[in-house]
């Protein structure tokens, strides 16, 4: 069976916007809570994928039982500087993407608060590639859960999950998903069913495929 819909992560995956954010956090913190310290662009860069239970106890724990709160802020408010600086969308992501949305159906899933998705389509213009997407902050699942609800919504048979980091593995994983690893990301990847070293490869990639689904 032919691969049907390609998942996509997005941070290190379709692009970096770990310069805005650290640039965001740092006006939110030093406006809001009076710091004039805030995490730079490695340090979010490091974050990229988790959670923000888990970026807060990584990177906001000097705030103590506040550190989630702050973390939140912090991450509410960066859509809207995003949407006006934006991301560094990684060279080749464009072309890629008109190439593959007329093989199937794209689709987005990333742990992210709810609007993130929306600042990177309208930021770049790709919602004309992108067919559903899905995340953390809408439905409260971790990124397996999501995975499997976006290939249950669009009746995918044999669908493929392209990630830069060993957690997006796991969660493809779980969700009986065949996983690419983007090794030009954030992460590594203990064994891919692939490995793209810039977005341009992946359509070739995705031509070799078996398109065997892993899914009941």
């Known amino acids: 069976m032919r691969t049907d ?11 970096d ?27 979010v860069r490091s974050i990229m994928g988790m959670t923000a239970a888990d970026i807060a106890r990584k ?11 702050v973390c939140l802020q912090c991450i509410k408010e960066e859509n809207e500087y995003i949407a006006r600086h934006s991301g560094d969308v990684y060279p080749g992501v464009e072309d890629m993407l008109s190439e593959l949305s007329e ?14 998705i929306q600042c990177f389509l309208r930021c770049t213009g790709f919602d004309r590639y992108i067919r559903d997407f899905e995340c953390e902050g809408r439905t409260g699942l971790d990124k397996a859960g999501n ?8 009746g995918l048979r044999a669908p493929v999950y392209i990630g830069d980091t060993a957690g ?15 090794a030009y990301g954030f ?21 070799g495929l078996k398109g065997e689904s892993v899914n009941a």
Not at 8 to 15: A, N, Q, S
Not at 59 to 68: K, M, P, R, S, V
Not at 103 to 116: A, E, H, K, Q, T
């Open 17 to 43: 916007s770990s310069r805005v954010v650290a640039e965001s956090w740092r006006a939110t913190l030093g406006r809001d809570f009076g710091c004039a310290l805030a995490p730079d662009a490695a340090a």
């Open 5 to 15: 819909g390609i998942i996509f992560d997005l941070d290190g995956t379709l692009w």
């Open 59 to 69: 990177l906001f724990y000097d705030f103590g039982d506040d550190a989630l709160k």
């Open 168 to 182: 997006d593995e796991r969660s493809a994983a779980a969700a009986g998903c065949v996983f690419i690893h983007a």
């Open 103 to 116: 093989r199937c159906g794209l689709y987005i899933v990333s742990n992210c608060l709810d609007g993130y």
């Open 187 to 207: 992460g590594t990847a203990e064994a891919p069913a692939a490995v793209i070293k810039r977005p341009g490869d992946l359509p070739g990639v995705i031509s």
């Open 147 to 154: 995975i499997s609800l976006v290939i249950r919504r669009n």
